[in-house]
């Protein structure tokens, strides 16, 4: 019989991009997506080691696996991603009935691993310490057929204090442009009508083979591919944000207006601590800059509260960063030491309560900023990709048979459909009616619907899954188009 597996995966955008691929791995090697409610005969968890308490977090799900693996015999479970590089010498010894340990340099080795395993019937533990092949080569099961990631790098040459994915992740690699875009034609010519394109620090791409202007350049590559809607990027490091990249996104028609980059603080002080090479007036003047060319462009951040020594002064800084700058959204984190990183190090840690504290005022404030900001929407005519379900949910949800999708500028956007036959990947031009601190709502009919080729495929491939070499797979979707922002900024530090 064909044996089932089921991907877990923690982190950030990159761990979503590798788990696709290793679910392309293994269905190339002949497992089979396992039933919802059914448990598989292998379990992989790619695994992450920036958030809080991610190593307990870990050794908890494994420990509810191994009651699992005993009642299943010929079960196997795999730890792959950044916590599985940083403690490749200690998984096994907390956890024994682990069968196979691989690190982020050498997810293709997986299926092989699996097999030594059962073979030799003892754990199999390999983690190179660069990489050899780059990823995008391997097979890959996506989890839209309309939107997809495209890694254009991977490391980070930051040595930020609070941050261990330069230790885990390596140095920064480039792929070569004309493999990036050909693996975005390749994509589109499957149906594909979004990509986000991939990097620790996204706009120092080009770094590896010396030319500053790499990344605008592919932006701009990107506008000429025909069939390709939307060009999204994430995330970008304010101290290598240029200008010619600015003038690539406002002169490309299908570089969306929408920029997520970090701000960790604004507190120029804590900014030095954390060894961010940039300072807030510079962060705010890329912002000025970036609304000069796109007046309607949104901005989200990432921000980090409780920094080792951070003030009340150094709080109130970042406060008032946030309200200049005028975030969409933001992703708040209180900080936490993280064992390996140099701020884990650092004298006057701040008391968990000081720290929850300045947190609830962030977030209040950050809610406060993003509900203005949608409110200016309300009114607005908006042209929406939409998603494979609903992310409302509720009961209104279904009384309403409303639909979501993301506008040009990424936010959210719950409609309903009216008349219309409506299809994930279809493009839906509508009017917003109601803003929310999250989101958006439009409850009046449409005014265009646009049946696409992304909706075809979506529509042909409902139930039926493939897998292609080199980026190309399609699965039936899950998620219809790539979340917005990742579920852990590529340099969160919890």
Same mark, same amino acid.
């Given at each position: 019989?064909?044996?089932?597996?089921?991907?877990?995966?923690?982190?950030?955008?990159?761990?979503? $991009?590798?788990?696709?691929? +290793?679910?392309? *791995? %293994? !269905?190339? /090697?002949?497992? &089979?997506?396992?039933?919802?409610? =059914?448990?598989?005969?292998?379990?992989?968890?790619?695994?992450?080691?920036?958030?809080?308490?991610?190593?307990?977090?870990?050794?908890?799900?494994?420990?509810?696996?191994?009651?699992?693996?005993?009642?299943?015999?010929?079960?196997?479970?795999?730890?792959?991603?950044?916590?599985?590089?940083?403690?490749?010498?200690?998984?096994?010894?907390?956890?024994?009935?682990?069968?196979?340990?691989?690190?982020? $340099?050498?997810?293709?080795? +997986?299926?092989? *691993? %699996? !097999?030594? /395993?059962?073979? &030799?019937?003892?754990?199999?533990? =390999?983690?190179?310490?660069?990489?050899?092949?780059?990823?995008?080569?391997?097979?890959?099961?996506?989890?839209?057929?309309?939107?997809?990631?495209?890694?254009?790098?991977?490391?980070?040459?930051?040595?930020?204090?609070?941050?261990?994915?330069?230790?885990?992740?390596?140095?920064?690699?480039?792929?070569?442009?004309?493999?990036?875009?050909?693996?975005?034609?390749?994509?589109?010519?499957?149906?594909?009508?979004?990509?986000?394109? +991939?990097?620790?620090?996204?706009?120092?791409?080009?770094?590896?083979?010396?030319?500053?202007?790499?990344?605008?350049?592919?932006?701009?590559?990107?506008?000429?591919?025909?069939?390709?809607?939307?060009?999204?990027?994430?995330?970008?490091?304010?101290?290598?944000?240029?200008?010619?990249?600015?003038?690539?996104?406002?002169?490309?028609?299908?570089?969306?207006?929408?920029?997520?980059?970090?701000?960790?603080?604004?507190?120029?002080?804590?900014?030095?601590?954390?060894?961010?090479?940039?300072?807030?007036?510079?962060?705010?003047?890329?912002?000025?800059?970036?609304?000069?060319?796109?007046?309607?462009?949104?901005?989200?951040?990432?921000?980090?509260?409780?920094?080792?020594?951070?003030?009340?002064?150094?709080?109130?800084?970042?406060?008032?960063?946030?309200?200049?700058?005028?975030?969409?959204?933001?992703?708040?984190?209180?900080?936490?030491?993280?064992?390996?990183?140099?701020?884990?190090?650092?004298?006057?840690?701040?008391?968990?309560?000081?720290?929850?504290?300045?947190?609830?005022?962030?977030?209040?404030?950050?809610?406060?900023?993003?509900?203005?900001?949608?409110?200016?929407?309300?009114?607005?005519?908006?042209?929406?990709?939409?998603?494979?379900?609903?992310?409302?949910?509720?009961?209104?949800?279904?009384?309403?048979?409303?639909?979501?999708?993301?506008?040009?500028?990424?936010?959210?956007?719950?409609?309903?459909?009216?008349?219309?036959?409506?299809?994930?990947?279809?493009?839906?031009?509508?009017?917003?009616?109601?803003?929310?601190?999250?989101?958006?709502?439009?409850?009046?009919?449409?005014?265009?619907?646009?049946?696409?080729?992304?909706?075809?495929?979506?529509?042909?491939?409902?139930?039926?899954?493939?897998?292609?070499?080199?980026?190309?797979?399609?699965?039936?979707?899950?998620?219809?188009?790539?979340?917005?922002?990742?579920?852990?900024?590529?340099?969160?530090?919890?």
């Amino acid at each position: 019989m064909t044996k089932t597996y089921e991907v877990r995966t923690y982190g950030c955008q990159m761990n979503v $991009h590798d788990s696709e691929r +290793l679910s392309g *791995l %293994l !269905e190339t /090697a002949g497992y &089979a997506a396992a039933p919802s409610g =059914e448990t598989p005969d292998l379990v992989v968890f790619n695994t992450c080691a920036v958030r809080e308490n991610a190593d307990n977090k870990l050794y908890g799900n494994l420990g509810h696996v191994a009651s699992l693996k005993a009642k299943k015999p010929g079960m196997q479970v795999a730890v792959g991603g950044c916590l599985a590089q940083k403690d490749k010498d200690t998984i096994t010894t907390r956890a024994p009935w682990v069968d196979v340990v691989f690190g982020t $340099h050498n997810i293709g080795s +997986l299926p092989v *691993l %699996l !097999e030594r /395993a059962r073979i &030799a019937e003892e754990s199999q533990v =390999e983690i190179l310490e660069s990489l050899e092949v780059f990823p995008s080569t391997l097979p890959t099961k996506r989890d839209s057929v309309f939107a997809a990631w495209v890694s254009i790098s991977v490391g980070c040459n930051n040595t930020c204090t609070f941050c261990i994915v330069p230790a885990l992740r390596g140095k920064e690699r480039d792929r070569r442009p004309g493999d990036i875009l050909a693996e975005i034609e390749a994509l589109v010519a499957e149906g594909v009508v979004e990509v986000t394109l +991939l990097g620790q620090n996204v706009n120092s791409y080009g770094v590896e083979f010396g030319d500053r202007e790499a990344f605008s350049k592919l932006l701009r590559a990107c506008g000429q591919i025909e069939g390709l809607e939307r060009v999204r990027f994430t995330s970008p490091h304010p101290a290598a944000f240029s200008d010619d990249v600015i003038a690539a996104m406002a002169e490309t028609p299908n570089v969306m207006p929408q920029l997520h980059m970090p701000l960790q603080s604004g507190s120029d002080r804590i900014l030095k601590a954390m060894r961010r090479s940039y300072r807030k007036e510079r962060f705010l003047g890329i912002l000025d800059r970036v609304r000069a060319a796109m007046p309607e462009a949104s901005i989200t951040t990432d921000i980090i509260v409780g920094f080792p020594g951070e003030t009340e002064e150094d709080f109130l800084e970042t406060m008032d960063v946030v309200r200049k700058a005028r975030f969409t959204s933001a992703f708040t984190f209180q900080y936490s030491q993280r064992p390996g990183t140099p701020a884990a190090d650092l004298p006057d840690q701040l008391p968990k309560a000081v720290v929850q504290e300045r947190y609830e005022r962030l977030a209040a404030l950050v809610s406060e900023v993003a509900w203005s900001e949608n409110q200016r929407l309300e009114g607005r005519v908006v042209e929406l990709l939409v998603s494979d379900q609903s992310q409302a949910g509720g009961r209104k949800d279904a009384e309403t048979h409303r639909m979501s999708g993301r506008a040009r500028d990424n936010r959210l956007v719950h409609f309903v459909p009216g008349g219309h036959a409506v299809r994930p990947g279809d493009l839906v031009v509508t009017t917003v009616t109601k803003a929310s601190p999250h989101h958006l709502v439009a409850d009046g009919e449409p005014i265009e619907v646009r049946r696409t080729r992304a909706g075809d495929a979506w529509e042909a491939r409902q139930g039926r899954t493939s897998v292609t070499p080199g980026s190309v797979g399609l699965g039936m979707p899950s998620v219809g188009v790539p979340a917005p922002l990742p579920p852990a900024p590529a340099c969160a530090p919890a």
